[in-house]
């Protein structure tokens, strides 16, 4: 389904990975490693297009990601470093905001049942701002629960989250793979999906 | 749930950053008080003989208009470019110039709609006559949304700048200057006796021609300043 070959990556004029291939295939889980400054992220932004490689070609369904435009994007569930929510909105606000943006329409009461299930009962209508940094996150996250995009690409979505949130978060990916999904993520912290094993890439 | 059409995309754009500028009231505050504060000043600095204050009404309301929508360009997109919300928008399975469009039209609302709505209290300041006050109205009403249009590609090329804020005005505000020129001119032509219509046809057509294109340069802009 992805099909990444001979894939080069520069921040400026500094050159952080080239010729790399791998392809990802419906039910696959792969972790990107590295040291820090390997490029970890710059591969994920590249994948989604934020970016462009500097060599290579990144293929989605046999099309170059680039010539298929919105129709990748729309296949796509990005969450990077960044939460993306806003401080001055509440949880419910921001869920059904990011999920239109991402061009579905969510109506209160999925979105509700969806801040419920990432353990943000009686927290919905709290402006974020009021919130702690793993409660944000959570926020961010149940995107997740809402997204029908097979692609998952996750930049460290453990940062801030304690236990009970990386195990629910292990459920959902097994789910998502069982589903069909791929999933491709970077982490510092151990993250296993039962059931599936966890393809390594690593970045030297 | 339900795919999202491109129109309720739009108005989904727009609902929410009118949302968020209602939680940050301050911020929309400063450019109104701005406007009325530049305007206010002249007459206190040039001293109050009607003949003079009401000769240079159009020019220095319009002055202030392209100063105070200068104010607000910079926060256009720089708190999505921070918190991540700009790396969803270029993700949004719908066209970006679209969304793009979306936060130009809550802008204008914003910051040119309260100022098209003050002008007739500032312009009573220079002794305007009625006739040239809803000239002065009806031309801001269609220059405004251009300020934001080219002030939208000005803050998307500067985005993530160090001093982008200085850079924004210099960039946008001669890109400005027809508007000043035929928004100034449609009221001075109707104190002289003349028609309008010529200057606020030029106005019109320029509206149109931002629409076409801005939303697409600013979202190519974003897309550069995103690598």
Known sequence: ?204 | MKKLSLFALLLLVIRRDLLLAMRRRADVLTTLVFFVMVVSLFPLGVGPEPDMLRKMAPGVVWVAALLASMLSLTRLFAADHADGTLEQMLLAPQSLSVLVLGKMIAHWMVSGLPLVLMSPVLGLQFDMSAQGLGILMIGLLLGTPVLSMLGAVGAALTLGLRGGGVLVSLLVLPLCIPVLIFGAGAVEAVNSGLSAGANLALMGAIAVLALVFTPWVAAQALRISME
Request: proline share 3%; charged share 25%.
């Open chain 1, 1 to 204: 389904m992805l099909e990444v070959s001979n894939l080069a990556c520069s921040r400026g004029d500094h050159p952080l990975f080239s010729g790399l291939s791998f392809q990802l295939e419906a039910g696959e889980l792969m972790q990107v490693q590295g040291e820090n400054g390997k490029g970890k992220t710059s591969l994920l932004r590249t994948l989604c297009g934020f970016m462009q490689p500097e060599a290579g070609e990144i293929r989605w369904r046999g099309g170059n990601i680039a010539d298929l435009g919105e129709d990748y994007c729309a296949e796509l569930l990005y969450l990077g470093h960044h939460n993306a929510i806003k401080d001055e909105l509440n949880a419910l606000e921001n869920l059904q905001i990011s999920c239109g943006l991402a061009g579905v329409e969510l109506d209160e009461k999925e979105a509700v049942i969806a801040l419920r299930r990432i353990g943000l009962k009686g927290r919905e209508l709290l402006p974020v701002r009021v919130l702690s940094q793993g409660q944000r996150r959570r926020v961010a996250l149940a995107r997740m629960l809402v997204s029908r995009a097979p692609l998952w690409v996750l930049d460290e979505p453990l940062t801030a989250l304690d236990v009970g949130a990386v195990g629910m978060i292990q459920g959902l990916l097994g789910e998502h793979l069982v589903r069909g999904g791929m999933v491709i993520f970077t982490t510092h912290q151990p993250l296993v999906v039962e059931g599936v094993e966890t393809r390594r890439l690593v970045l030297e």
